[in-house]
């Protein structure tokens, strides 16, 4: 697209274009829009600086850069260069902001492709070579030297190059110095005038034989004052003469006026009057010029106005500005005194002074009359910053309206500059008032008297008449007949109203009566304590003088009203009488003295100390039980009466036994025994006292069982061989002996002596009496224990006590044993084809499960088994009865028991053997069978059995035989019954499952 006509923004900032915009119209009436952003930190392009670029077209097609900076261009070499070589500019001036740019048609295309390459370059070009070159001291934005004339001027370069050198003013410096890493050249002198505007430069030469410059300017600064004269301190209507000064600068000043934006300044901002001269001073080297304004009048509109000096010189404009001040005021009718002259009495009022415009701001004198007076509220004094400055001046007179001010005249003066005044005034008219009372009487009377008052008004505007309303009837006059006390410091109220309003005037009631004294029937005091008697007295007017003395005695004892007794002593206890006399006020000031009095008992308390005493004086009593015991009586000296009570102490018990002075015990009896203490209790006025006395009773009485119980009794079962004791407490005086049984339900004697097993501990404390505590100590409980109770009595020379048993029986543990161990081998004796009864005996607890077997046992099954676990008997039985004989049976039985404790099994073994009498064809003819059985126990000696019917030598030879086999079988079946045995317990097996054609019990 070809752009004829664009119009540009490019806003520069001092690190990054912000913000680029363009929209264009041209003669094609094509429209282009976008946004550019540069990196203006390139060291190259030095867009370090700030300004705004504007392009535009002219009418003659001719592109136009404004640069608001001046030397903008200059400063920014790279720039203008680029502008030189893309668009073949030419400066126009060179102090002026514009710079032409011939050929606007050109293609914005192609323009930005060249610029884009020539930035390309410079960046390449700056990143082939990164040596330092600067002048120390310039700034960054404008790349100057600002120093003070008269000051040293230091310039220096630095760089990283050696071939550094500085020229200034034509001359060349080349004293390079290595100062912290780097090549310095610098001199210094004294800054003048000519030092303005001058240029430094320094130049070095790279490794690639590039040659580096730069450039700054030097400034040199005066204090140039400006100074506005003649603005100060006018006063309204006088002549004003304003200058201003401008002294101290190096250049003339190509303009100097004054600025005002006020209409007043119409004289002053008149050019064609006004008067410019300027002075050069050679010594200083600096122009004075003073700009004379023609002189004018001054008004107050004046005040406050700003007038502004400002100054061109050298391309820079100062300025100096200052603000007008006019005095003027107070004004007639800007000062104003306000308020309500007319109102009532007692109101709150308040007069106003206030002036609106003066400077400087007024005073306020206040007048009434001729007389000067101050108000109490301070001076309010406000400038007003408005666009001709003035102050308002304000204070108030706050009071309350008086009768003496009606006619008064009020002033205010205020008081300005050069003392000009202006006065306001303002007249009270008539200041109404409320009615003045009076009231004519006696209003102090004795009781039962009359009251007679009257009320009367002695001023008020306008005039009105008094009342005492209803209780006077609505005159003004009071009477009450028959004045009673209750009526003292009553009030009564006369009244008058008129427009102002309704006035009071109020009397008190004074009634005089008495002196009534009241005094307590009687008091009380401890003796060598303080007593101080207060007597309430009732009476008006209140008591002058006291007096008090004892009943039948005329000494005084005491003057004071109130009594003191010090020390008290049981003498001083008697009838005390109190006299008060008051004195009474009269007419005509005459006074009457009136007497009251009463009477009091006094008391004096005593007792106890060391007058606690028994009757009968005794500190151990012993009795026998039964024997009736004397009343014993508590003793004490007390006033008033001592309170008592006795305490029975046995042991680590109390008991209460009497709340008087006389303890009756009855007959004696072990429930007595003890330390009998009587508490005397003295109740006195200030504390309580307490004393005792004791004494100890002892009674001889026959034993009596406390307790027996077994320690740490164990309701299961207790193990067989552990330890059990039991302790019995027994209460006897004289001590008691203690002897121990056994008690068993299964027993027919229930008090059964100890056996060796036994033993006991035993200790004695014999405190008011003896309470022995006896220990029975089991040494090694047994299962034949179980069921046992242990029983205990005791005596001594006053008798026996019954026998107490422990409450609860105690059951030991075993595992099951045969009962007696002489029948753990039995023999039975039979024929095949007879019955045969077999029994075995054990001793469980708890009850155990017995089973039979036949030796050899091959099945682990019992033939026959009585079941009797539980608890409550230790010897069982159980009987195996067959009834019919069969040869196989015959050999090694064995019965074996256990029960829930978990302990060894129990064994019985028993012998079936074949009789002597036997026939030999039993088992094959089935006859009836024999019902005769021989039973041997293998303790037995073979030679108290009876002889074999019929045998002979060859029947003892194969009895032997049978023996010896029938012996090993025995331990051989042993072993597979013990083996099947703990078989069956693994494998359950019930034995209903089998039927052996026996019977079974259960």
């Given at each position: 697209?070809?752009?004829?006509?664009?119009?540009?923004?490019?806003?520069?900032?001092?690190?990054?274009?912000?913000?680029?915009?363009?929209?264009?119209?041209?003669?094609?009436?094509?429209?282009?829009?976008?946004?550019?952003?540069?990196?203006?930190?390139?060291?190259?392009?030095?867009?370090?600086?700030?300004?705004?670029?504007?392009?535009?077209?002219?009418?003659?097609?001719?592109?136009?850069?404004?640069?608001?900076?001046?030397?903008?261009?200059?400063?920014?070499?790279?720039?203008?260069?680029?502008?030189?070589?893309?668009?073949?500019?030419?400066?126009?001036?060179?102090?002026?902001?514009?710079?032409?740019?011939?050929?606007?048609?050109?293609?914005?295309?192609?323009?930005?492709?060249?610029?884009?390459?020539?930035?390309?370059?410079?960046?390449?070009?700056?990143?082939?070579?990164?040596?330092?070159?600067?002048?120390?001291?310039?700034?960054?934005?404008?790349?100057?030297?600002?120093?003070?004339?008269?000051?040293?001027?230091?310039?220096?370069?630095?760089?990283?190059?050696?071939?550094?050198?500085?020229?200034?003013?034509?001359?060349?410096?080349?004293?390079?110095?290595?100062?912290?890493?780097?090549?310095?050249?610098?001199?210094?002198?004294?800054?003048?005038?000519?030092?303005?505007?001058?240029?430094?430069?320094?130049?070095?030469?790279?490794?690639?034989?590039?040659?580096?410059?730069?450039?700054?300017?030097?400034?040199?600064?005066?204090?140039?004052?400006?100074?506005?004269?003649?603005?100060?301190?006018?006063?309204?209507?006088?002549?004003?003469?304003?200058?201003?000064?401008?002294?101290?600068?190096?250049?003339?000043?190509?303009?100097?006026?004054?600025?005002?934006?006020?209409?007043?300044?119409?004289?002053?901002?008149?050019?064609?009057?006004?008067?410019?001269?300027?002075?050069?001073?050679?010594?200083?080297?600096?122009?004075?010029?003073?700009?004379?304004?023609?002189?004018?009048?001054?008004?107050?509109?004046?005040?406050?106005?700003?007038?502004?000096?400002?100054?061109?010189?050298?391309?820079?404009?100062?300025?100096?500005?200052?603000?007008?001040s006019v005095f003027y005021g107070p004004y007639q009718d800007s000062v104003y005194l306000t308020g309500y002259s007319d109102w009532h009495e007692g109101y709150p009022g308040g007069l106003t002074c206030?002036?609106?415009?003066?400077?400087?701001?007024?005073?306020?004198?206040?007048?009434?009359?001729?007389?000067?007076?101050?108000?109490?509220?301070?001076?309010?004094?406000?400038?007003?910053?408005?666009?001709?400055?003035?102050?308002?001046?304000?204070?108030?007179?706050?009071?309350?309206?008086?009768?003496?001010?009606?006619?008064?005249?009020?002033?205010?003066?205020?008081?300005?500059?050069?003392?000009?005044?202006?006065?306001?005034?303002?007249?009270?008219?008539?200041?109404?008032?409320?009615?003045?009372?009076?009231?004519?009487?006696?209003?102090?009377?004795?009781?039962?008297?009359?009251?007679?008052?009257?009320?009367?008004?002695?001023?008020?505007?306008?005039?009105?008449?008094?009342?005492?309303?209803?209780?006077?009837?609505?005159?003004?006059?009071?009477?009450?007949?028959?004045?009673?006390?209750?009526?003292?410091?009553?009030?009564?109220?006369?009244?008058?109203?008129?427009?102002?309003?309704?006035?009071?005037?109020?009397?008190?009631?004074?009634?005089?009566?008495?002196?009534?004294?009241?005094?307590?029937?009687?008091?009380?005091?401890?003796?060598?304590?303080?007593?101080?008697?207060?007597?309430?007295?009732?009476?008006?007017?209140?008591?002058?003088?006291?007096?008090?003395?004892?009943?039948?005695?005329?000494?005084?004892?005491?003057?004071?009203?109130?009594?003191?007794?010090?020390?008290?002593?049981?003498?001083?206890?008697?009838?005390?009488?109190?006299?008060?006399?008051?004195?009474?006020?009269?007419?005509?000031?005459?006074?009457?003295?009136?007497?009251?009095?009463?009477?009091?008992?006094?008391?004096?308390?005593?007792?106890?100390?060391?007058?606690?005493?028994?009757?009968?004086?005794?500190?151990?009593?012993?009795?026998?039980?039964?024997?009736?015991?004397?009343?014993?009586?508590?003793?004490?000296?007390?006033?008033?009466?001592?309170?008592f009570k006795w305490n029975q102490y046995y042991r680590n018990t109390m008991r209460h036994r009497s709340i008087n002075a006389v303890l009756d015990l009855d007959n004696a009896s072990s429930a007595l025994?003890?330390?009998?203490?009587?508490?005397?209790?003295?109740?006195?006025?200030?504390?309580?006292?307490?004393?005792?006395?004791?004494?100890?009773?002892?009674?001889?009485?026959?034993?009596?069982?406390?307790?027996?119980?077994?320690?740490?009794?164990?309701?299961?079962?207790?193990?067989?061989?552990?330890?059990?004791?039991?302790?019995?407490?027994?209460?006897?005086?004289?001590?008691?002996?203690?002897?121990?049984?056994?008690?068993?339900?299964?027993?027919?004697?229930?008090?059964?002596?100890?056996?060796?097993?036994?033993?006991?501990?035993?200790?004695?404390?014999?405190?008011?009496?003896?309470?022995?505590?006896?220990?029975?100590?089991?040494?090694?409980?047994?299962?034949?224990?179980?069921?046992?109770?242990?029983?205990?009595?005791?005596?001594?020379?006053?008798?026996?006590?019954?026998?107490?048993?422990?409450?609860?029986?105690?059951?030991?543990?075993?595992?099951?044993?045969?009962?007696?161990?002489?029948?753990?081998?039995?023999?039975?004796?039979?024929?095949?084809?007879?019955?045969?009864?077999?029994?075995?005996?054990?001793?469980?607890?708890?009850?155990?499960?017995?089973?039979?077997?036949?030796?050899?046992?091959?099945?682990?099954?019992?033939?026959?088994?009585?079941?009797?676990?539980?608890?409550?008997?230790?010897?069982?039985?159980?009987?195996?009865?067959?009834?019919?004989?069969?040869?196989?049976?015959?050999?090694?039985?064995?019965?074996?028991?256990?029960?829930?404790?978990?302990?060894?099994?129990?064994?019985?073994?028993?012998?079936?053997?074949?009789?002597?009498?036997?026939?030999?064809?039993?088992?094959?003819?089935?006859?009836?069978?024999?019902?005769?059985?021989?039973?041997?126990?293998?303790?037995?000696?073979?030679?108290?059995?009876?002889?074999?019917?019929?045998?002979?030598?060859?029947?003892?030879?194969?009895?032997?035989?049978?023996?010896?086999?029938?012996?090993?079988?025995?331990?051989?079946?042993?072993?597979?019954?013990?083996?099947?045995?703990?078989?069956?317990?693994?494998?359950?097996?019930?034995?209903?499952?089998?039927?052996?054609?026996?019977?079974?019990?259960?």
């Amino acid at each position: 697209m070809y752009v004829r006509c664009c119009c540009c923004t490019y806003i520069f900032h001092n690190s990054r274009v912000k913000y680029t915009h363009y929209q264009t119209t041209c003669r094609r009436r094509s429209a282009l829009n976008g946004y550019y952003l540069f990196d203006t930190n390139d060291t190259k392009l030095k867009f370090q600086g700030y300004g705004m670029l504007l392009w535009h077209c002219n009418a003659q097609n001719t592109l136009k850069a404004f640069f608001p900076l001046k030397g903008f261009i200059e400063r920014r070499k790279h720039l203008r260069a680029l502008i030189d070589v893309d668009f073949h500019t030419r400066l126009v001036h060179a102090d002026t902001d514009v710079m032409n740019i011939q050929n606007c048609n050109y293609r914005f295309r192609d323009i930005m492709i060249l610029y884009l390459t020539v930035v390309l370059v410079l960046l390449v070009k700056s990143a082939l070579s990164q040596s330092v070159l600067e002048v120390v001291g310039a700034t960054n934005d404008t790349n100057t030297i600002n120093v003070q004339k008269g000051e040293n001027l230091t310039l220096t370069c630095r760089s990283d190059l050696e071939s550094l050198t500085l020229e200034y003013a034509s001359v060349i410096y080349n004293d390079t110095k290595m100062i912290n890493g780097f090549y310095t050249v610098s001199f210094t002198k004294i800054a003048v005038r000519d030092d303005d505007n001058q240029i430094v430069t320094c130049r070095a030469t790279n490794a690639t034989g590039e040659s580096l410059k730069i450039e700054a300017k030097v400034r040199v600064q005066v204090d140039v004052k400006i100074t506005l004269n003649g603005v100060k301190n006018l006063t309204e209507g006088d002549t004003a003469n304003i200058s201003c000064t401008v002294s101290g600068s190096l250049y003339e000043p190509s303009s100097v006026m004054f600025v005002c934006i006020s209409s007043a300044c119409t004289s002053l901002m008149n050019q064609t009057s006004q008067t410019i001269n300027t002075v050069y001073d050679n010594a200083s080297e600096t122009f004075t010029t003073v700009l004379q304004a023609a002189p004018f009048s001054v008004t107050s509109d004046l005040n406050e106005v700003w007038i502004i000096c400002p100054v061109s010189m050298n391309g820079s404009v100062l300025f100096s500005r200052d603000n007008v001040s006019v005095f003027y005021g107070p004004y007639q009718d800007s000062v104003y005194l306000t308020g309500y002259s007319d109102w009532h009495e007692g109101y709150p009022g308040g007069l106003t002074c206030y002036s609106t415009l003066s400077n400087p701001a007024v005073t306020l004198t206040w007048y009434n009359g001729s007389t000067v007076f101050s108000p109490d509220s301070p001076v309010s004094v406000i400038k007003r910053n408005s666009a001709y400055g003035y102050y308002e001046t304000r204070q108030e007179w706050d009071f309350k309206y008086s009768r003496y001010f009606s006619g008064s005249n009020i002033s205010c003066v205020a008081t300005g500059h050069q003392n000009k005044t202006v006065i306001k005034t303002r007249q009270f008219g008539v200041i109404h008032f409320a009615p003045e009372l009076v009231i004519l009487g006696n209003s102090i009377i004795d009781e039962g008297d009359t009251l007679n008052l009257t009320c009367e008004v002695i001023a008020a505007s306008p005039m009105t008449n008094a009342s005492w309303g209803p209780i006077g009837n609505g005159s003004d006059e009071l009477v009450i007949a028959n004045v009673q006390r209750n009526q003292d410091g009553n009030y009564y109220n006369c009244f008058a109203e008129n427009l102002v309003r309704k006035s009071y005037k109020d009397v008190r009631l004074t009634v005089q009566y008495g002196p009534d004294i009241s005094l307590s029937w009687i008091r009380t005091v401890n003796e060598g304590t303080s007593l101080t008697i207060q007597p309430y007295i009732r009476g008006n007017p209140e008591p002058v003088k006291f007096t008090w003395k004892r009943e039948g005695s005329d000494a005084v004892v005491s003057t004071d009203k109130n009594l003191l007794l010090e020390n008290a002593t049981r003498e001083q206890a008697g009838v005390y009488i109190f006299e008060a006399t008051s004195v009474r006020q009269r007419e005509n000031n005459a006074t009457e003295e009136v007497t009251g009095n009463a009477s009091i008992i006094v008391e004096v308390r005593y007792g106890l100390g060391e007058s606690l005493s028994l009757s009968p004086n005794i500190s151990v009593i012993e009795f026998n039980e039964g024997d009736p015991v004397p009343q014993i009586t508590c003793l004490a000296e007390c006033v008033p009466e001592c309170d008592f009570k006795w305490n029975q102490y046995y042991r680590n018990t109390m008991r209460h036994r009497s709340i008087n002075a006389v303890l009756d015990l009855d007959n004696a009896s072990s429930a007595l025994v003890g330390i009998y203490m009587c508490e005397a209790i003295y109740n006195g006025d200030q504390n309580r006292i307490r004393r005792n006395v004791t004494f100890e009773l002892r009674v001889k009485y026959k034993p009596k069982i406390e307790s027996v119980a077994v320690n740490d009794f164990n309701i299961n079962l207790y193990s067989e061989g552990t330890p059990i004791t039991t302790t019995a407490k027994v209460r006897a005086y004289p001590a008691a002996k203690l002897t121990w049984g056994i008690r068993n339900d299964q027993f027919t004697n229930q008090f059964l002596p100890l056996d060796s097993r036994y033993s006991v501990n035993q200790s004695v404390e014999c405190s008011y009496d003896c309470e022995v505590t006896e220990t029975l100590t089991l040494s090694s409980a047994s299962c034949t224990d179980t069921g046992n109770k242990f029983s205990v009595y005791a005596e001594n020379e006053k008798g026996n006590s019954t026998v107490q048993s422990v409450l609860n029986s105690i059951y030991v543990g075993c595992s099951p044993r045969p009962l007696n161990s002489s029948l753990t081998n039995q023999t039975y004796s039979t024929c095949e084809g007879e019955e045969l009864n077999m029994t075995a005996s054990f001793l469980s607890n708890p009850g155990p499960w017995m089973g039979w077997y036949l030796s050899p046992d091959t099945s682990g099954i019992p033939l026959y088994y009585t079941d009797e676990r539980g608890f409550g008997s230790i010897i069982h039985h159980t009987n195996y009865h067959i009834p019919f004989v069969y040869k196989y049976m015959f050999g090694a039985w064995i019965v074996e028991a256990e029960n829930y404790g978990g302990g060894p099994v129990g064994r019985a073994f028993i012998e079936v053997v074949q009789h002597p009498n036997c026939s030999g064809d039993v088992h094959s003819t089935f006859s009836v069978p024999r019902t005769t059985t021989s039973v041997q126990s293998t303790t037995l000696s073979a030679g108290n059995m009876a002889p074999s019917q019929g045998s002979g030598q060859t029947g003892v030879i194969v009895g032997s035989v049978i023996g010896s086999l029938l012996l090993i079988a025995i331990i051989v079946g042993g072993a597979i019954v013990f083996m099947r045995y703990r078989k069956k317990q693994k494998g359950n097996i019930k034995l209903h499952q089998f039927d052996l054609g026996m019977t079974r019990k259960t």
